[in-house]
DNA sequence: TATTGTTATACTCTATAACTATA
DNA sequence: TATAGTTATAGAGTATAACAATA
């Protein structure tokens, strides 16, 4: 039957938003790193992708490239990220995290990913293992840039 | 080793994320049904707890008092929920879907679900019982509220 | 006095449209 | 002309604080 893959969106469309919103509740309620999630990801990937555009991060997160144009404004603004004019191509920008948007990071990812354990803390290992590997599966899926990948192919089809 | 609960909440803090992030966009996309996850979200609990109150619904998705009221006012200036003053006890309200209501998050479900489906439909049968045994365990871990939970359990049922 | 909800105020998130600068 | 990014404007999401009404 292909019930499961019906059974498997519908626990999908119910599971992760309620936990992206008590993760956002728990980030907000940590008074130490006063981070967003759209932040903390896009922080994150800075961090990983040093010197990366605007326009790279925008399409990693899944934003327009003004609003991420915004939101790093407010980080750069808060001095966590620095933002250059690149020297071969002077329409582009090079972001890269300051030492305290490092140590900001550092915090957030640390303080949340404690609480995740906390929360996961009860499952036995083989749940672990299924969750896990659940992640694993889904998350090449919705990679921002294959869903912009997949809408656009299916816009000029 | 408890490295395994590690690795989860890493996944999940860098899966979770994307995933309804991309459902927002995909949901804004459609111009069919303009709801936010949010409102969408409210829509689906008011559905399944007809003539709850403000505080239930604020409760299981996780926001505070004020700003559900502010939502929900939206939602009944829209005329997707009928807010009116419960007789019993006056401080309270009820609030049920409308006709439009009902209307609207249902071809906002259909519309989500076909979406998933569409992603999730490369994936292996067993993949998709991963996920889908990978979400059942996660719910009642990250449900906002135990009692809306069980509430919710014993309704469904 | 405690509970339920609303209003006031102030951010952030996010989009579209219009713009500037560079290629 | 096409691309990278910013600015202007607007609306939704969300919080805290202060308030009103009811119990």
Redesign the interface.
């Known amino acids: 039957m292909n019930d499961?893959?019906?059974?498997?969106?519908?626990?999908?469309?119910?599971?992760?938003?309620?936990?992206?919103?008590?993760?956002?509740?728990e980030m907000r309620a940590e008074r130490l790193h006063e981070l967003s999630?759209p932040q903390f990801?896009t922080l994150a990937f800075i961090g990983r992708h040093p010197g990366c555009s605007l326009s790279d991060v925008a399409e990693f997160?899944?934003m327009t490239l003004p609003s991420m144009s915004v939101l790093v404004n407010g980080l750069v603004e808060d001095d966590l990220v620095l933002r250059q004019p690149c020297r071969i191509d002077r329409r582009r920008v090079t972001l890269t995290l300051t030492a305290a948007g490092v140590t900001v990071h550092t915090r957030a990812?640390d303080g949340?990913?404690a609480w995740?354990?906390r929360?996961?803390?009860?499952?036995s290992?083989l749940?672990?293992?299924?969750?896990?590997?659940?992640?694993?599966?889904?998350?090449p899926?919705?990679?921002?840039s294959q869903?912009a990948a997949t809408?656009q192919e299916a816009t000029t089809a």
Chains 1, 2 share one sequence.
């Open positions: 499961s893959i019906h059974q498997c969106a519908r626990a999908i469309l119910d599971t992760t938003p309620a936990i992206v919103q008590a993760m956002r509740v999630v990801r997160i899944g990812l949340t990913l995740l354990t929360q996961l803390s009860p499952l290992e749940d672990r293992v299924t969750v896990l590997r659940a992640m694993d599966i889904l998350r899926i919705f990679d921002a869903v809408t």
